[in-house]
């Protein structure tokens, strides 16, 4: 199993910034593909962007392309999503996953293994 906790959420005006995490634990088999997934109320879930933990490839979603980055610390196995010039459509409860597989993507069914989210609002 692996296990992920997210933090970091919070409320901030539009135009500010957050720093999302995610401290990962067990398998490492498990997490060969990290990534962010948002949902709004009422809207599906969708994802925001992706790392290959091995290679450190990122995939975005056009949505964030240029106001997001997705990085991670391997040694501290914790997941990071920096996030600037944020908008209320950026609203949303966020969930780190993780995937086994190494062809990395954003695609929801991949995903094994779900944080609780964290709760990002901008007003």
């Known amino acids: 199993h692996v296990q992920l906790v997210e933090s970091g959420g919070g409320s901030v005006q539009a135009g500010g910034s957050l720093r999302l995490s995610c401290a990962a634990s067990?398998?490492?088999?498990?997490?060969?593909?990290m990534a962010w997934f948002r949902q709004a109320p009422g809207k599906e879930r969708e994802g925001v962007a992706a790392i290959s933990i091995g290679r450190g490839i990122t995939y975005y979603a056009d949505s964030v392309k240029g106001r997001f980055t997705i990085s991670r610390d391997n040694a501290k196995n914790t997941l990071y999503l920096q996030m600037n010039s944020l908008t209320p459509e950026d609203t949303a409860m966020y969930y780190c996953?993780?995937?086994?597989?190494?062809?990395?993507?954003?695609?929801?069914?991949?995903?094994?293994?779900w944080g609780q989210g964290t709760q990002v609002t901008v007003s």
């Open positions: 067990g398998r490492t088999y498990g997490r060969n593909c």
């Open positions: 996953a993780a995937s086994r597989y190494l062809d990395c993507s954003l695609r929801l069914a991949d995903f094994d293994y």
